[in-house]
């Protein structure tokens, strides 16, 4: 599975972005996709992840209800819609890719597939 993200930009505090990433080869369905992000100086985390067939969905404490996780498998994508951005939320953000057959979605371990990364950067 390739992956690549885009939509990422500058932002305004309170604004919203849409990350997108597609993704080639046609066992995308047989894949959990994760979004993660790091920012400088940090260690990367896990920002949302989304099942397979996108019936169950995680997200960080710090993002929930702020940052909607979804999929489209008949176009090989999955996204993520970020709203009420805080300065916090800058960050370089990758999305990622785990078989089903590694285990659980919401479990870090065994996201074997990365995209690029793309930059969203919120002002103050």
């Known amino acids: 599975v390739q992956l690549q993200a885009s939509g990422g930009g500058l932002v305004q505090a309170g604004g919203s972005l849409r990350l997108s990433c597609a993704a080639s080869?046609?066992?995308?369905?047989?894949?959990?996709m994760g979004w993660f992000r790091q920012a400088p100086g940090k260690e990367r985390e896990v920002v949302a992840a989304?099942?397979?067939?996108?019936?169950?969905?995680y997200y960080a404490d710090s993002v929930k209800g702020r940052f909607t996780i979804s999929r489209d498998n008949a176009k090989n994508t999955v996204y993520l819609q970020m709203n009420s951005l805080k300065p916090d939320d800058t960050a370089v953000y990758y999305c990622?890719?785990?078989?089903?057959?590694?285990?659980?979605?919401?479990?870090?371990?065994?996201?074997?597939?990365w995209g690029q990364g793309t930059l969203v950067t919120v002002s103050s």
């Open positions: 990622a890719a785990k078989p089903v057959i590694r285990g659980a979605y919401f479990r870090v371990e065994g996201y074997d597939y």
């Open positions: 080869g046609r066992t995308f369905s047989a894949h959990a």
């Open positions: 989304i099942s397979a067939t996108g019936g169950s969905s």
